[in-house]
């Protein structure tokens, strides 16, 4: 198994355009690609039509697309991909509502939120709206919840790809947390 680092170093070298760095990231950085996805759509409502293969390579296209990304690591890598899998979620959400006839909006607590399972794509939608009202308050409490949640990156990963410390993470963790029980109970 390839370690942080060389995951690193291979997308740095994709991030000064050799493209034979992208052909030897992808099977390293596969696996996890698809355990985001899977971990992903286990908290999406039944019968979802997107499969987890098929969300990793939408990611994937969205991924190599970056044409101006500075890779700086192994966690920054992954913190994009979660939010590249994040919006087609999100996207797939809104589809499948309109399909519906524009269904009413469905008020959620954070923790309906962040244990998305059965029919659940009114709350991965609010919680989605909760999150840019949050990253327009606070962007980096907004990123920490997205990399945490979305892109299942540990506390120190998080720190890692910050430029921050782990304490700092924990405490606007705990923030964020905080702020979006409220939002998201002002929708109740």
């Given at each position: 198994m390839?370690?942080?680092?060389?995951?690193?170093?291979?997308?740095?070298?994709?991030s000064?355009?050799?493209?034979?760095?992208?052909?030897?990231?992808?099977?390293?950085?596969?696996?996890?690609?698809?355990r985001?996805?899977e971990?992903?759509l286990r908290?999406?409502r039944s019968?979802?039509?997107l499969?987890?293969?098929?969300?990793?390579?939408?990611a994937y296209l969205?991924?190599?697309d970056?044409?101006?990304?500075?890779?700086?690591n192994r966690?920054?890598?992954f913190?994009?991909?979660?939010?590249?899998m994040?919006?087609?979620?999100?996207?797939?959400?809104?589809?499948?509502?309109?399909e519906?006839?524009g269904?009413s909006?469905?008020k959620i607590s954070?923790d309906?939120?962040?244990?998305?399972?059965?029919?659940r794509?009114n709350?991965?939608?609010?919680?989605?709206?909760?999150l840019?009202?949050l990253?327009?308050?606070?962007?980096?409490?907004?990123?920490?919840?997205?990399?945490?949640y979305?892109?299942?990156?540990?506390?120190?990963e998080?720190a890692e790809a910050?430029?921050?410390?782990?304490?700092t993470?924990?405490?606007?963790w705990r923030?964020?947390?905080?702020w979006l029980?409220?939002?998201?109970g002002?929708?109740q």
């Open positions: 390839k370690t942080s680092t060389e995951i690193t170093q291979l997308l740095l070298a994709w000064d355009g050799e493209r034979e760095a992208l052909d030897k990231l992808l099977p390293l950085v596969y696996r996890e690609l698809k985001l996805a971990r992903y908290r999406e019968g979802h039509t499969q987890p293969t098929a969300l990793v390579h939408e969205k991924l190599i970056q044409k101006h990304v500075r890779w700086q966690a920054h890598f913190g994009v991909a979660a939010q590249a994040r919006r087609i979620l999100v996207d797939h959400a809104r589809s499948f509502q309109s519906k006839r269904g909006e469905t954070f309906e939120g962040l244990d998305l399972s059965g029919e794509a709350e991965l939608i609010a919680l989605d709206d909760a840019k009202s990253a327009e308050l606070d962007p980096q409490k907004s990123r920490i919840v997205e990399l945490k979305f892109g299942g990156l540990s506390l120190e998080i910050l430029g921050v410390s782990r304490a993470v924990v405490r606007q923030l964020a947390r905080a029980y409220s939002e998201l002002k929708m």
